[in-house]
């Protein structure tokens, strides 16, 4: 009985871990309030006043920078559904001509599920890449995005190759996805950061944007179908939805399944600033909706894109508090270094901060490194906020292009799904080396007790007083009484037979 005890509650620990233990080790963080920028370094960024939100992930990120303003859960690795098909149109976009005619084959609508969302494609059907990209993005077909992949490349298998690598080539570390339309698989899961990133990529594409921004769309006639109308289905476009409009969103990507649960990709763009936001796991679906318009105003309204280097110069600055020009000065037989700073570098401040009040601090080196000279930190009531190299060279400012963002960043990347899951294992077989150090102890603790009790129900007495000896005293005395009265009976039955012997040959003589 113990040992089955053991084994189920050792089973019950495993399941427990299995189920509660978190994939990614990046869980929401405490609430923060940085006063100035928030960026992807800090994990689980929640400022003091940022608004409740129903969605168990979420992420905002400017879309030029890089800068992440908001995220919740942002690394966790959750089921995508339909925002998957972001990553299905980007590389569709990139690897494929919208005026490409596309031919549905059977293979493509024997993996349809049946039920799920589908604009009606048969084997055979030939319609463009634009009309298909319209159908997935619009009214989410999940047989336009498996035409799309087979299309691209040669099967949906191939096709999850390119997207995974394409999602590493972004920065992507938490995603593993098996199928461009995102319906349900266990191995096929992303996080509000990965998407991020995509929908970043995505977005630098006019064709990403017009398809995502149309509220409506006609397929034309087909060889096998009549013209269809589509309509887009993310409500915060739509002007006459007076609960969940949003007019700064420039579109989005909605997604669900009963095990995904509502999920949702949007753009919005207000006063030159533009962001990707990605809420998951919602419920109800709406929840979605009101979750990004309230995270949207509060990164619109409580930040501010700081560019602290605009028209700044060296040549501008007090020679008595540069340490750059003043070591130069003592020796005018030489021409003055030439020194350069990134005057676009920008970071983000909350936005009672004012850009006068933000501090800098320069830092040379006494010998250049690859024509890094120094740097300058940025600083605002003791509180970092960013820096920047100064070089010796004209340094490249980068396009607003999120592939070149992502390649220059300098944050910490997540740790590698493979060191997640030795720590995993790790942290499991030290609790079941305990879990067994303990059932040993408790083994041996038992043992100790029933021997004691078993030694206090014996009685002892000494052998005179033991009754069991007297019983079996009494018991041989009779036995040998019996004896000696048995053989003095026989005894006096053979002197009688001698007797009656001798008195019978006395008379026969006579």
């Given at each position: 009985m113990f040992k089955r005890k053991l084994s189920f509650f050792i089973i019950l620990i495993i399941i427990v871990n299995i189920c509660f233990y978190p994939i990614d080790v990046n869980a929401e963080g405490s609430a923060i309030?940085?006063?100035?920028n928030a960026s992807a370094g800090d994990a689980g960024f929640i400022p003091a006043d940022a608004p409740a939100i129903?969605?168990?992930?979420?992420?905002?990120?400017?879309?030029?920078?890089?800068?992440?303003?908001y995220e919740k859960n942002a690394h966790q690795q959750l089921y995508p559904a339909s925002i998957t098909k972001v990553m299905t149109c980007l590389l569709a976009v990139e690897n494929g001509n919208v005026n490409d005619v596309i031919t549905v084959s059977d293979s493509v609508m024997e993996q349809v599920e049946k039920g799920s969302s589908a604009i009606g494609l048969q084997s055979g059907e030939q319609l463009t890449l634009k009309d298909a990209l319209y159908g997935m993005m619009l009214n989410s077909g999940n047989e336009c995005a498996l035409a799309i992949a087979e299309h691209i490349a040669g099967s949906t298998g191939a096709f999850s190759i390119m997207m995974n690598d394409r999602a590493r080539e972004l920065g992507c570390t938490d995603s593993n996805f098996v199928n461009p339309n995102g319906l349900q698989d266990q191995n096929h899961y992303t996080s509000c950061y990965d998407m991020a990133l995509i929908g970043c990529a995505a977005y630098q594409y006019p064709e990403f944007k017009t398809l995502i921004s149309s509220q409506a769309y006609t397929i034309p006639e087909t060889n096998l179908n009549e013209e269809r109308p589509l309509w887009q289905e993310n409500r915060l476009i739509y002007s006459g939805n007076k609960d969940y409009y949003y007019q700064y969103c420039t579109g989005g990507k909605t997604g669900y399944t009963e095990t995904a649960l509502a999920t949702l990709i949007s753009f919005a763009e207000r006063d030159g600033r533009r962001l990707v936001t990605v809420v998951m796991r919602c419920n109800p679906t709406t929840e979605s909706y009101s979750d990004t318009i309230k995270l949207d105003e509060f990164c619109f309204t409580k930040y501010h894109l700081c560019k602290p280097l605009i028209d700044y110069s060296f040549s501008s600055m007090n020679i008595d508090n540069s340490i750059v020009l003043a070591n130069?000065?003592?020796?005018?037989?030489?021409?003055?270094?030439?020194?350069?700073?990134?005057?676009?570098?920008?970071f983000y401040v909350r936005s009672f901060i004012n850009d006068a009040d933000i501090e800098k601090n320069i830092d040379v080196y006494k010998v250049p490194e690859n024509g890094v000279a120094g740097k300058i930190s940025f600083s605002y009531q003791g509180q970092a906020l960013g820096e920047t190299d100064i070089t010796m060279t004209v340094p490249v400012v980068m396009a607003s292009s999120t592939d070149a963002i992502v390649a220059e960043k300098n944050t910490p990347k997540p740790e590698p799904q493979i060191v997640k899951i030795a720590k995993r294992v790790i942290v499991l077989l030290l609790v079941l080396i305990v879990l067994l150090l303990i059932v040993i102890i408790v083994a041996k603790i038992r043992k100790k007790i029933q021997y004691y009790n078993s030694k206090r129900?014996?009685?002892?007495?000494?052998r005179s007083r033991d009754p069991r000896l007297k019983e079996n005293k009494?018991?041989?005395?009779?036995?040998?009484?019996?004896?000696?009265k048995l053989e003095k009976e026989k005894q006096e039955q053979e002197l009688k037979q001698q007797e009656e012997t001798v008195e019978e040959e006395g008379n026969v003589e006579e």
């Open positions: 309030d940085i006063a100035g129903n969605a168990q992930a979420a992420i905002v990120m400017d879309l030029d920078t890089g800068d992440v303003l130069y000065y003592d020796d005018l037989n030489h021409e003055l270094p030439k020194y350069y700073v990134n005057q676009s570098y920008s129900r014996v009685r002892y007495f000494p009494e018991r041989l005395e009779k036995e040998r009484l019996e004896k000696e």
